[in-house]
């Protein structure tokens, strides 16, 4: 029989050999009495090695405490120049780091994906297994997000998108201005600021891209840009978005005809549209629902069907040219002179307001054609659209509580879209291969 001499030398032989763990940089032990240690001790003032213990602090971190170990940090005192220390253990801090990163991960993936913060709380509860303060997890999610830092950028294309978009933070209107480099497509600004006017525009674009090159704008036609872009950037040259002159004249109709447009009326929209777009199967089909309904003795009833049928048509279309990833294609310069000419020639057949706009689309004729002249240069703002849907949808333009924390969602939206990772590399592998690591040297209680 072991005598108890021999057992507490085994017991000694235990604590202090197997088990040692190594971190990849330096090797650990853990005391007979629960300290964790390094291998080489010294002195971090005078790298003397003498040196005596002086006691020890728990590690109170919930991870821990939730595993039932008990670790101890162990303190030192040097004899040679009387400093106080506590041994190294950045193990320790990597791995409550590791879970705290996790636990960030999760509540920045709950948010992108809509949850409210009462189901993410519960749900990050449920798969840690951990019981969490709302506020200690909310804490976690503002201050991982205003640790977001954005760099300046130093290089851009010169072709830029920009819009603003207006937000509600607790029922107060607020706008958040976006430049956004349509080249590399890289996110430049975007800000909040507490309106759209053109001296705050000004100001926003001349801190965003200066020391930048600025050669050209894609924006929509409000008649405010041209003249603040202009004072600011003298050379740069303007595209007017494509697809908010169509949506205008839409809106035009809409307000002459209501919701029910004629038919006669679409055909004319759609000759428009077919300006700098090519719409020639609309225009077609139109034609087509035009003869059946001049035959029909200008039947209302049959006129409603015909707008259906023609709604369903134009909705296959689009159908089709998601499945084959095609857009509609564009005109090129010659074509659009070509079919605006026509349509200038025959103004008067146009409705007043329609009129109106082929008036503007003639004084403003370069500013809707450069992106025929310059290949770099997109006929549309859907750039900025796209980045907008993205990061914001409808109902979360109204959420916000504070303008704080729309500052904080707009720094989150630009970083992450500029490829920055939000969401932790942390996975639950690594937390668990390091955590067996304590359970070897610590036995839970």
Avoid at 133 to 150: D, M, N, R
Avoid at 265 to 293: C, W
Wanted: net charge positive; glycine share 4%; aromatic share 10%.
């Amino acid at each position: 029989m072991m005598s108890n001499n021999n057992n507490n030398k085994l017991s000694i032989e235990y604590n202090t050999r197997l088990p040692g763990f190594f971190d990849g940089k330096k090797q650990y032990i853990t005391s007979i009495d629960g300290k964790i240690k390094t291998i080489h001790i010294a002195c971090p003032q005078c790298q003397s090695s003498d040196y005596v213990d002086n006691g020890y602090h728990l590690v109170e971190d919930a991870l821990i405490r939730e595993c039932g170990l008990t670790i101890k940090i162990a303190q030192c005192h040097c004899k040679k120049c009387g400093t106080y220390w506590s041994i190294d253990h950045k193990i320790i801090d990597e791995i409550i780091q590791k879970h705290h990163d996790l636990i960030k991960g999760l509540l920045l993936g709950c948010a992108r994906a809509k949850l409210s913060f009462v189901k993410s709380t519960k749900l990050i509860e449920e798969k840690i297994g951990t019981s969490y303060s709302p506020q200690y997890l909310y804490e976690i999610y503002t201050q991982s997000l205003e640790a977001i830092k954005q760099e300046r950028f130093t290089t851009a294309s010169g072709v830029y998108n920009y819009d603003e978009q207006h937000l509600k933070a607790n029922g107060e209107e607020t706008c958040r201005i976006v430049i956004k480099d349509y080249i590399s497509d890289d996110v430049i600004a975007d800000i909040q600021t507490s309106d759209a006017k053109k001296e705050t525009i000004k100001k926003a674009l001349k801190t965003a891209l200066e020391d930048l090159p600025v050669e050209v704008f894609i924006i929509d036609m409000l008649p405010i840009y041209p003249e603040l872009i202009h004072e600011l950037f003298p050379t740069a040259k303007i595209q007017w978005c494509i697809f908010h002159l169509n949506k205008i004249i839409w809106r035009d109709l809409q307000e002459e005809y209501g919701r029910r447009i004629p038919l006669i009326q679409l055909y004319n929209a759609y000759k428009l549209f077919n300006i700098f777009f090519d719409h020639t199967k609309e225009l077609e089909k139109l034609a087509e629902l035009l003869k059946i309904f001049e035959t029909q003795k200008n039947n209302k009833e049959i006129e409603k069907e015909l707008r259906i049928e023609f709604a369903k048509f134009v909705k296959e279309l689009k159908k089709e040219r998601r499945r084959e990833k095609k857009n509609i294609p564009r005109r090129t310069l010659e074509e659009s002179e070509k079919i605006f000419s026509q349509i200038n020639q025959q103004k008067s057949l146009y409705s007043k307001k329609i009129q109106k706009r082929i008036i503007y689309i003639e004084e403003n004729w370069s500013k809707f054609t450069l992106f025929q002249r310059d290949t770099r240069v997109p006929p549309t703002n859907n750039g900025v659209e796209q980045y907008f849907a993205a990061t914001l949808s409808k109902t979360d333009k109204k959420d916000f509580r504070s303008k704080k924390s729309v500052t904080r969602e707009l720094n989150a939206a630009q970083a992450e879209w500029n490829g920055k990772k939000l969401f932790s590399t942390t996975n639950l592998i690594e937390i668990l291969s390091l955590m067996g690591i304590l359970f070897r040297a610590f036995q839970p209680t």
